[in-house]
């Protein structure tokens, strides 16, 4: 059982780039989020979706972009990356259910240089 | 709005002294969860505790022991006989329960915990 999976791992992009973070869970959970790591910070929510096909902002939304095309997969993107983007990245599923736990991704450190 | 804040930025203990970390909470929301989790070193987040705010009870796992008070909205968690393993940094996050909606985490700064042998 695979859980969450984040592709990629590691990148590093150049200001300006664009590219695109995947998340997929094999779980059948509703939500999906994606949250950023920074040091002495914890982790801040970007976006979130409460089911296929539906989307909303987080605490730190600009700059990101997010699409739920299909339940099992939630896409972050970043269209003009920024240095203050460098971050470590995670994808969350979770069930509907009252009080369940969120199940992470292993994580993408993005470096922007 | 929510917050966490876990006033301990870094602890260091020596192996098999108990060590306690705080979380205090805020929140408007009568219903509620708070979660602990753990990120070892190799960076991966692992869920080790949920509690709702109409259980006061503590809960003991092993050497893993949580207190939950209302009153003085915390929930700290302790560790009995520290161990290397248990190096990490341990976060303390917070969700409410509305209908309809995601149960998005509001995490607290985080905690390094180092056990030295």
């Known amino acids: 059982n695979a859980g969450v999976t984040q592709t990629p791992k590691f990148r590093v992009l150049k200001t300006g780039q664009s590219m695109t973070l995947l998340c997929a869970q094999d779980m059948n959970h509703e939500y999906m989020y994606w949250y950023r790591q920074d040091p002495g910070m914890g982790l801040r929510l970007i976006h979130y979706s409460v089911g296929e096909g539906t989307t909303a902002k987080g605490e730190v939304p600009d700059g990101y972009n997010v699409s739920r095309l299909k339940k099992q997969n939630f896409l972050l993107g970043l269209e003009s990356a920024a240095p203050s983007q460098t971050s470590v990245y995670f994808c969350?599923?979770?069930?509907?259910?009252?009080?369940?736990?969120?199940?992470f991704g292993q994580g993408t450190r993005l470096t922007v240089v | 709005a929510q917050k966490v804040t876990q006033a301990q930025t870094e602890i260091s203990v020596v192996e098999k002294e108990d060590v306690t970390l705080d979380c205090v909470y805020e929140?408007?929301?009568?219903?509620?969860?708070l979660f602990w989790y753990k990120q070892p070193p190799s960076g991966e987040l692992v869920f080790l505790i949920r509690?709702?705010?109409?259980?006061?009870q503590n809960e003991i796992s092993g050497r893993y022991s949580w207190n939950f008070q209302k009153s003085t909205s915390s929930f700290n968690f302790t560790i009995t006989a520290s161990q290397v393993v248990d190096s990490a940094v341990y976060f303390c996050a917070l969700t409410y329960i509305s209908s309809g909606s995601a149960r998005q985490l509001t995490f607290g700064s985080g905690t390094q915990l180092t056990v030295l042998p």
């Open positions: 929140t408007r929301d009568t219903t509620y969860y």
């Open positions: 969350a599923s979770s069930s509907t259910g009252r009080g369940t736990e969120a199940f």
């Open positions: 509690r709702n705010s109409f259980d006061e």
